[in-house]
């Protein structure tokens, strides 16, 4: 068989219809699959971030157990006082 023949054939103009509709026109085609596949890495890598911060949020909360590291915390970060107390901050 020639080239031109095989050309003519009607399952090879099918093929090429089939490959293109798969690729190209289909609603999974192989841009979509491309795009789904980096949002699904983005969304990997956020899980993972909050994950982490949960780990991190986990261990803070267990070394607040008794009230002299809560008086503390508050102290040093939200700059709570007890009554008569002044607070000067230094930067």
Not at 29 to 38: E, G, S, T
């Amino acid at each position: 068989m020639t080239f031109f023949q095989r050309i003519n054939n009607f399952y090879f103009w099918f093929f090429v219809g089939f490959v293109l509709w798969m690729f190209f026109l289909d609603g999974n085609d192989v841009l979509n699959q491309i795009r789904m596949r980096q949002t699904l890495e983005e969304l990997q890598a956020e899980k993972e971030y909050y994950g982490n911060q949960i780990d991190l949020l986990e261990t803070k909360k267990a070394q607040i157990n008794d009230a002299k590291s809560l008086e503390e915390i508050a102290r040093e970060k939200y700059l709570m006082t007890k009554e008569g107390e002044d607070v000067y901050v230094v930067e």
